[in-house]
């Protein structure tokens, strides 16, 4: 597999233009979590000061930004031409409990990161030159959680041990359809499966996942449906023994089983793919008031108005009798 195929898969999501998954349109409860839960809280992407000469929007792309959803800080844009990998310091309230390493994309394709600090203070590091990073260096895709909060620990088996470098504990948190990791391991052994995934929340399909390694090589998680998760290294497994991030790791495609799924209808979103089992709707808030607003106009006999949205929906009938308003 090619370092381009490495790029997260993701046939089942609710996402925006922003990229982030936004739950406040959609609060999944899945039973077999314990009944976690999401909802987007979100503001307008904050621009980041640069710093050391570092400068942005080269080649097309947008300001460095940041902006954090459901606990799930993530950056965009691109930065180039600092003196230093000290390029900017996020502001409160988008800092990490606990230092994190986040794979970040570099010029032609070179693999980097960023050591985020607990501090906000982020530094971009190479894989090989640091004239990758001056070239350029994008922000699109990086993330990482806030906190652990609300986060469920991931049991490690083969040697495997948490937090190296004062990074945190692995774990995994379902977020509107998507399963986020957080942490990093590493391990003295040569078994390169840490852990395995719990029933729940096991993608539909092998997943492969980039994630940053020891020096800023590169590597990836595999992750089968039965939920086993391998760690593979680019070049050489001690760089993964040595240190293996998981934060910004994430995969959607998921199995619900078991599940809640409330919708209050306060913004737009798409549903795609993903694989349904015993699972309830819930309608709250405007969405809520729609449904009510349908039955009494069917109980007050407006029969064919009703049925013909419902054919509509079901691609039965092309011409909606009802005009959609966004």
Not at 145 to 168: E, M, Q
Request: proline share 5%; with cysteine.
């Amino acid at each position: 597999m090619t370092r381009s195929e490495l790029f997260r898969q993701m046939p089942c999501t609710l996402r925006s233009a922003f990229g982030l998954a936004r739950g406040a349109v959609l609060l999944i409860a899945c039973m077999t979590l314990a009944s976690m839960s999401a909802v987007a809280q979100f503001a307008t992407p904050t621009q980041l000061s640069l710093v050391n000469g570092w400068s942005d929007a080269g080649f097309t792309t947008s300001h460095a930004m940041v902006e954090e959803a459901n606990g799930i800080v993530e950056l965009r844009g691109s930065i180039e031409g600092g003196t230093t990998g000290a390029a900017f310091t996020l502001p409160a309230g988008y800092r990490p409990a606990t230092d994190v390493y986040v794979p970040i994309d570099l010029c032609n394709a070179v693999k980097g990161r960023l050591i985020i600090q607990s501090t906000g203070a982020v530094t971009v590091q190479a894989e090989k030159s640091f004239t990758d990073a001056q070239c350029f260096t994008s922000l699109d895709g990086a993330s990482f959680a806030v906190s652990a909060t609300g986060y469920t620990p991931l049991t490690l088996i083969n040697g495997w041990t948490n937090a190296p470098f004062g990074t945190s504990n692995a774990a995994f948190k379902n977020i509107a359809g998507g399963v986020h990791f957080k942490g990093a391991i590493a391990t003295t052994g040569t078994n390169p499966v840490p852990f395995n995934m719990p029933a729940g929340v096991r993608p539909l399909t092998d997943v492969y996942i980039p994630i940053d390694l020891c020096n800023a090589t590169n590597g990836r998680l595999h992750i089968t449906p039965t939920g086993v998760v391998t760690v593979q290294a680019e070049t050489s497994f001690s760089n993964a023994q040595c240190f293996t991030s998981l934060d910004g790791a994430s995969f959607y495609g998921c199995t619900f089983r078991r599940c809640k799924l409330i919708f209050s209808g306060l913004l737009p979103f798409t549903l795609e793919g993903g694989s349904y089992h015993d699972c309830n709707w819930e309608f709250a808030g405007p969405a809520a008031n729609t449904i009510a607003f349908l039955s009494a106009l069917h109980k007050a006999g407006a029969h064919d108005l009703i049925e013909g949205t419902f054919r509509t929906i079901r691609g039965e009938q092309a011409t909606s009798p009802i005009t959609m308003r966004h």
